[in-house]
């Protein structure tokens, strides 16, 4: 009996011994969804003679809900920082602030417009995008007070 070579009729073989391999981007946080990637595994995994303690699943399962509130806090926190510096931007138009350029030349000049396009907001003086954080004084102007 002969065996023909069926490499032209050959099926791409599938499963777990499957010769293509799939990349997989590590994450670098734990999130909801790795947590109940985990929980799930051990629930399929656990010894049917020994399930696991119905005290232990609730403290994981609060675990859980705890990291669920403490992303949302995050987030809030973030969303708080971002709007703060957004309004402190926005308050120094018109008025004369200070900075130090990247050659560390101290200069001072009036902020005349805010742009909130990137991360941190910039602040045009004197014709030149100033990044808030690099502003290290303001000054309002000095109004003039007339003469009695």
């Known amino acids: 009996m002969t065996i023909d070579a069926l490499a032209a009729n ?3 073989p599938t499963g777990m011994y499957s010769s293509t391999t799939t990349t997989r981007t590590p ?4 999130d909801s969804e790795v947590f109940m990637s985990l929980l799930v595994t051990q629930l399929q995994n656990q010894d049917p003679s020994s399930p696991m303690d119905t005290n232990e699943m609730i403290a994981q399962t609060t675990q859980l809900a705890m990291m669920e509130k403490l992303t949302e806090m995050a987030t809030a926190s973030e969303e708080g920082f971002s709007l703060q510096m957004r309004t402190s931007a926005a308050a120094l138009v018109g008025e004369t602030v200070t900075y130090t350029n990247a050659d560390g030349v ?3 000049g ?4 805010v742009s909130f396009a990137n991360a941190v ?7 030149e995008a ?7 004084g303001v000054t309002s102007p000095v109004e003039a007070t007339p003469a009695a």
Not at 121 to 127: E, Q
């Open 10 to 12: 050959a099926v791409a």
């Open 27 to 30: 994450n670098q946080s734990m």
């Open 106 to 108: 101290e200069i001072t």
């Open 110 to 113: 009036l902020a005349s417009s």
């Open 121 to 127: 907001p910039m602040v045009t003086v004197n014709g």
């Open 130 to 136: 100033v990044a808030l954080d690099v502003i290290s």
